[in-house]
């Protein structure tokens, strides 16, 4: 009986040493990896910034966009009490517009030009994440 107590004993230390020596194992690879995590973090916190930055910026431009759109819906009505306008003020009233159409466009070109920087970004950071956690599962 005390010989089978042993036996028991030596098989549960064996065991238990085992599964000491793969928590250690899992241990080292954690503190591997830990400052890779800590780098992927530090990114996306980052790219967030940036993110917000862009988006921030792009809100004002289409608030830009619309104060143009509003202000050249409402220069013909409210130039005159009446409506109409002479011929005299036709000519400004064109230049005005035309100005203000190739504003429209620069801004409109200039918000895909941050659309597309934002896309990209979104696609790097996506890409960076999915590499990472893929590093992670290894």
Do not use: I
Not at 41 to 49: D, F, I, L, T
Not at 56 to 81: M, Y
Not at 87 to 96: D, E, G, K, W
Request: net charge neutral; with cysteine.
């Amino acid at each position: 009986l005390v010989l089978q107590a042993v036996q028991f004993y030596e098989r549960k230390l064996k065991d238990f040493y085992t599964h000491l020596s793969k928590t250690a194992v899992c241990r080292r690879r954690v503190m591997e990896l830990l400052p890779k995590v800590e780098g992927v973090v530090q990114e996306m916190v980052e790219n967030e910034q940036v993110l917000m930055s862009l988006q921030e910026k792009r809100q004002k431009e289409l608030w830009n966009l619309l104060k143009v759109a509003c202000s050249k819906v409402r220069s013909p009505v409210s130039g005159s009490p009446d409506g109409l306008r002479t011929s005299s003020s036709v000519p400004p009233l064109l230049t005005t517009g035309h100005s203000l159409q190739q504003l429209d466009e620069s801004l409109v070109e200039e918000s895909k030009a941050y659309e597309s920087q934002l896309q990209s970004l979104m696609h790097n950071t996506m890409q960076e994440s999915v590499g990472s956690m893929e590093m992670l599962r290894e």
